[in-house]
């Protein structure tokens, strides 16, 4: 299959940013793979290929967030002789879909760049975490892409369960469709032939049959699959790097691997938007400051009884603040850790240039005369 600029996402925003670096020799290309030491990148004419990035781009960006990844679009040096082209610059990027890097770590970990739509698959049982979706449609929802849920193994799960999931994600304001991606059942028409240009993005566990969607995608067996542990409920065999894939129907695929853990990348607003409802509820409560639990005159306590509210979502409501204060928490342990490392930085350069100063200015040794 010939792949054209225009099935990559190729736009007249990015021709204008392109031609404004005015260096007619360098040429567009987006990335569709990273590892440690380098980039395969994709271009009109040139196909599939590595590069690598210049270190004026690596010692200009802030963070690792700011650094190329899978989706960019890059402006790339074709270079002389037998070396590899180098990435120049880093073009606009209309978003990026972003998680809080796992472990400890505070920094931002991207997961796509230029991503139009997210696919969030999970299935009815094993794997079901409601809050879980909440978190993946808060982060897609703010870097503007559009989120859709996928209940997979339907062929396998229990009636019951899938429509109990497809009700409680419903609920949330979202797209959901139940599916049976080993026979591409219940697929929407968006997938069934991805259409030309759209860029979209699959994440969820290890095991609920990302790589069995993928391979329905490109009807082709990409990827290597495998049955999900019975013990762990873990998949045996999954995509292990992030991967851009051209589709048949000309659309782009960027996929994922397993997410073990899905932390907040957010701010406090954006938190408290996913809540707007129980907020305006919460205005109706007889207290001001009423605290949602015991309290007398609750609104909110009284639409969880009603069964207006469910259990989940009250808990989710309540955690609201602590999690805010966490996210806040982490924000200013960031900022600290940067001010005090650029601190250092400072010192040392100022240190070292009066130290060189100093070794200019003094005299030179004192040399005995000989007679």
């Known amino acids: ?99 809080k890097a796992p472990g ?24 079901y975490n409601l809050n879980r979706i909440e978190r993946y449609l808060t982060l897609i929802r703010r870097c503007g892409a559009k989120p859709v849920v996928l209940i997979n193994k339907i062929d396998t799960a229990a009636p019951e369960a899938v429509q109990r999931a497809v009700n409680e994600v419903s609920a949330l304001g979202v797209e959901v469709y139940p599916i049976a991606a080993c026979r591409r059942q219940g697929y929407p028409k968006f997938l069934r032939r991805v259409p030309k240009g759209l860029t979209i993005t699959i994440v969820g566990s290890s095991g609920v049959g990302k790589s069995t969607l993928v391979n329905s995608l490109l009807r082709d067996n990409w990827l290597e699959t495998g049955e999900v542990n019975s013990v762990t409920g873990r998949g045996r065999h999954t995509t292990v790097a992030r991967e851009l894939v051209v589709l048949p129907g000309g659309g782009v695929l960027i996929d994922n691997p397993g997410m073990r853990e899905i932390q907040m990348w957010t701010d406090a607003a954006t938190l408290r938007a996913q809540f707007t409802d129980l907020e305006t509820l919460a205005g109706q409560c007889r207290f001001a400051d009423c605290s949602h639990r015991r309290d007398a005159g609750c609104a909110i306590r009284a639409a969880l009884e009603s069964g207006e509210l469910s259990p989940e979502r009250y808990e989710h409501f309540l955690n609201l603040d602590a999690e805010i204060a966490e996210l806040e928490r982490r924000a200013e342990k960031r900022r600290m850790t940067v001010e005090r490392v650029t601190k250092r930085k400072k010192h040392h350069d100022y240190r070292n240039r009066e130290d060189r100063e100093e070794h200019h200015s003094a005299p030179g040794p004192r040399r005995r005369k000989h007679r």
């Open 104 to 127: 400890r770590s505070c920094a931002e970990q991207v997961i796509g760049a230029n991503v139009d739509m997210v696919l969030v698959v999970t299935d009815a049982e094993n794997d």
């Open 1 to 99: 299959m010939k792949v054209t600029p225009e099935m990559l996402g190729w736009s007249e925003e990015l021709a204008q940013a392109m031609a404004a670096l005015g260096q007619p020799t360098w040429y567009p290309a987006r990335i569709i793979r990273e590892t440690k030491i380098n980039f395969t990148v994709i271009a009109r004419g040139k196909g599939d290929h590595e590069v690598v990035m210049s270190g004026k781009l690596w010692h200009e960006a802030a963070t690792d967030a700011d650094l190329p990844t899978v989706g960019d679009w890059v402006a790339v040096d074709p270079g002389e002789g037998e070396d590899l082209p180098v990435i120049r610059a880093l073009l606009p990027r209309r978003n990026r879909f972003s998680r």
